[in-house]
């Protein structure tokens, strides 16, 4: 049995779990239908992937309806948003991806400016901007990335602008 398939097998059985209302059963639906949207990603069926990371997207937003200042939620959000957007990349939905992943920054950028010092949160916003920074060289091409990130770090004078 592939790794889809036993993922679609137990996304099944959590299904009928959480139709009881429990939000613990809902979370595991929505983190199998992450590792299904991975697994099939990596099996390049992409339509297998969107479908199941849109999913997960969708749990992860019922959930944070049940707890809108849970903190962890807001996070699974922003990684489910991340794991729609790189499914959106796969297929070379650029416009599509670039929104899903802006919402993932402005997620997590909540949750930094809410927990400044939560190194975790921090990290994530980091590959959230790198999530976008791929969108921006699939779309301009990495030459034009490159040029733009070194005049953001760069000053003329060949300093670096955080030394300035």
């Known amino acids: 049995?592939?790794?889809v398939a036993r993922a679609r097998s137990a996304a099944s059985a959590a299904r009928a779990a959480a139709r009881c209302g429990s939000s613990a059963a809902l979370s595991v639906v929505?983190?199998?239908y992450a590792e299904m949207a991975r697994a099939s990603t990596d099996q390049r069926d992409l339509a297998a992937a969107d479908t199941a990371a849109a999913r997960a997207m969708a749990i992860a937003e019922q959930l944070l309806a049940?707890?809108?200042a849970d903190a962890d939620l807001r996070n699974n959000l922003a990684s489910a948003l991340n794991a729609l957007g790189q499914t959106r990349m796969a297929a070379s939905r650029f416009e599509d991806a670039a929104a899903i992943y802006a919402r993932s920054v402005a997620v997590r950028e909540l949750l930094v400016r809410d927990a400044p010092t939560n190194v975790t949160y921090r990290r994530a916003l980091m590959v959230s901007y790198g999530n976008v920074a791929d969108v921006l060289g699939a779309r301009t091409g990495e030459n034009m990335v490159m040029l733009r990130f070194k005049d953001a770090v760069f000053a003329p004078d060949g300093a670096?602008?955080?030394a300035a």
């Open 66 to 68: 049940f707890d809108p």
């Open 1 to 3: 049995m592939s790794a």
């Open 30 to 32: 929505g983190e199998v």
């Open 160 to 162: 670096t602008q955080a």
